[in-house]
């Protein structure tokens, strides 16, 4: 316990905390929000720990709302100034038969049985104004020294919650922490507990977990276990590419592409995916250089069905495998190309191209660098842009309507847009109403 270390309450925390202890019950905030506050980080949201029971929480906080979101887990919400605050009984968990939610509770006065049923130690830690910190794992100690251990027996606490295996692995890439030798070995040796965890669960972590500062360094440590998540990784662990463009095998240079790229979503799993059919399509030449001729296409197919397989929502599906399909295509440094590739593309994905074509180039051989080359076609885009061109249906200086005048209907209106689109690209056709008009008129008496 250290009651001289002080952390800011939110009010309606503070009023929780301050309307149990007035009841005559123990109150605290618990785990994440400690862990945060600590670090100096703001909480996502807080969770409050108590020795009430259920059914006297509603008495102790009668006037306030409170909603009975986990009762059969000792959990109610409380609802305060458009702050959700999740409140709990202290616990004991019974056995986790199904690998992810404990099959019963019982409930205790010890705070301490309640932190021992947790995941890591820097989760485990509760607070209260009046009595300061109760830490009684060390998890302050391994918040310092930047570590993650189990409370416990490692192996029991991934065995009774499998999720907790890629949870600790999400913690070490966002906040940059290594994992204890102990818990390290214990995540690979009950790796196979993840193939019992729903796949939107494996899909949330995972998110989060490429999107921290230390993806690539986690995903390294851990590859055995992303084995388990996402198989279409393994085969490229240690497959040398054997082509002078490539400094490390497929599985490190895939980790260098994913380190080079912003921590944005779509572009973490599609460097993630990128090359995931290389082994399949691996050749040798009479030189002994090593090739990959398709390899763009399969990889796509690839990750549509790892993605799919994790309940990703359509558009993530559709972009990602967009991008994969796409990333190792010549995009030429000239108007015209970019142009085309706008169409293709849009604005917001051609620009995730160039950066995915750059992260790329950054994992692979310092001497063919075609950095320089990525960025001035980057520079084109900007001025082009500026510009604001015609590369859709939208930016034509004619509509629908106009084209319905003319006598146009249904399919026949979307052809002609399209193909004034493409003429205005190639630069046989100028983007003006007159223009346009006559355009469609000619087209339609040759038809």
Partial sequence: MDPKLKITLPAPVETLLRRLCGAGYRAYAVGGCVRDSLLGKEPDDWDVTTDALP????????????????LKHGTVTAVMEEMRVEITTFRIDGDYSDHRRPDSVRFTRDLREDLARRDLTVNAMAYHPDEGLQDPF?????????LLRAVGDPAARFEEDALRILRTLRFASRLGFCVEAKTAAALSEKRELLRAVAPERLRDELCKLLTGRDAAR????????????LPELAPMFDFDQQNPHHIYDVWEHTLHAVEACPPDLVLRLTMLLHDCAKPLTFTVDFRGDGHFYGHAAQSAR????ALERLRFDNE??????RLVALHDSDVLNTEKSLLRWLRKTGEADLRLLLKIKMADNLAQSPHYSRMEAIQATERTLDALVARAPCFDRSRLA?????????GLHGAEIGAALDGMVE????????????????????????R
Avoid: Y
């Fill in 138 to 146: 060390r998890g302050r100690d391994d918040l310092q020294n930047g």
């Fill in 55 to 70: 059914e006297q929480l509603h008495e102790a906080l009668e006037g306030l709302t409170v909603l009975d979101t986990g």
């Fill in 218 to 229: 986690v995903l390294r440590e851990g590859r055995a276990v992303f084995a388990v998540v």
């Fill in 398 to 406: 004619v509509k629908g309507g106009d084209l319905m005048a003319l």
């Fill in 316 to 321: 993530t599906v559709f972009r990602v495998t």
């Fill in 423 to 446: 003429a205005v690209i190639a630069g046989t056709l100028p983007n003006e109403k007159e223009a346009l008009l006559e355009w469609c008129r000619r087209e339609a008496s040759m």
């Fill in 302 to 305: 690839l990750t549509r069905q």
